[in-house]
Nanobody, 124 residues
């Protein structure tokens, strides 16, 4: 059974930083592309960032490019999202997701499995 467990969310002031983590189990982590999505209140869930199986390539939504960094540690079965220069528009529930096994992504992943989400709130 695949499990993705996010952590690291919380309340932060504008221009602050947070690092989200997503620990994966029940899958051969290094064989799956991973991604982060977010869902703001009253809005649909949208793509934030993705990373290839090896971690060699990353992709970002325009709204976070230059501020957020996705990375992974295949030895720890964990994917991270470093978020800098946060602003209130980044307030959302952030979800970790895995793509399909063996898929070489060149942009947003097509999510196959989801985590439960972690709340990020940015105050002005």
């Amino acid at each position: 059974q695949v499990q993705l467990v996010e952590s690291g969310g919380g309340l932060v002031q504008a221009v602050g930083s947070l690092r989200l983590s997503c620990a994966a189990s029940g899958l051969t982590f290094s064989r799956y592309p991973m991604g982060w999505f977010r869902e703001a209140p009253g809005k649909e869930r949208v793509f934030v960032a993705s990373i290839r199986m090896s971690g060699g390539s990353t992709y970002y939504a325009d709204s976070v490019k230059g501020r957020f960094t996705i990375s992974r540690d295949n030895a720890k079965n964990t994917v991270y999202l470093q978020m800098n220069s946060l602003n209130p528009e980044d307030t959302a529930v952030y979800y970790c997701a895995s793509g399909d096994r063996g898929t070489v992504v060149a942009g947003p992943i097509i999510p196959r499995y989801w985590g439960q989400g972690t709340q990020v709130t940015v105050s002005s």
